[in-house]
């Protein structure tokens, strides 16, 4: 089986940066695409950013050019890095990573922005 730890969220204010993770381990063959999602009190879970194996990324509208997805494949880790963090991003973040046949969910991690 394989377990996704996500780390790095908590509370910073609005125009501040926070830098999540998260580390795959377990059972672990090859990792095909990363990504990051999110979800708001009241809403649904939306797609947040993704990264491919070979290295192409994607962003929601919201938070291009505030964020950047990037990977660390010799860790089996994701990484987003969040700047220019607005009220507007707080939300749980869960890392969802795909190895062979199955998508793997982290446990999610609170990113809460206010001052």
């Known amino acids: 089986q394989v377990q996704l730890v996500e780390s790095g969220g908590g509370l910073v204010q609005p125009g501040g940066s926070l830098r999540l993770s998260c580390a795959a381990s377990?059972?672990?063959?090859?990792?095909?695409?990363m990504g990051w999602y999110r979800q708001a009190p009241g809403k649904q879970r939306e797609l947040v950013a993704t990264?491919?194996?070979?290295?192409?990324?994607n962003y929601a509208d919201s938070v291009k050019g505030r964020f950047t997805i990037s990977r660390d494949n010799a860790k089996n880790t994701v990484y987003l890095q969040m700047n220019s963090l607005k009220p507007e991003d707080t939300a749980v973040y869960y890392c969802?990573?795909?190895?062979?046949?199955?998508?793997?969910w982290g446990q999610g991690t609170q990113v809460t922005v206010s001052s």
């Open positions: 377990g059972s672990i063959f090859s990792i095909n695409a």
């Open positions: 969802k990573v795909g190895i062979k046949f199955y998508d793997y």
């Open positions: 990264i491919t194996s070979g290295g192409s990324t």
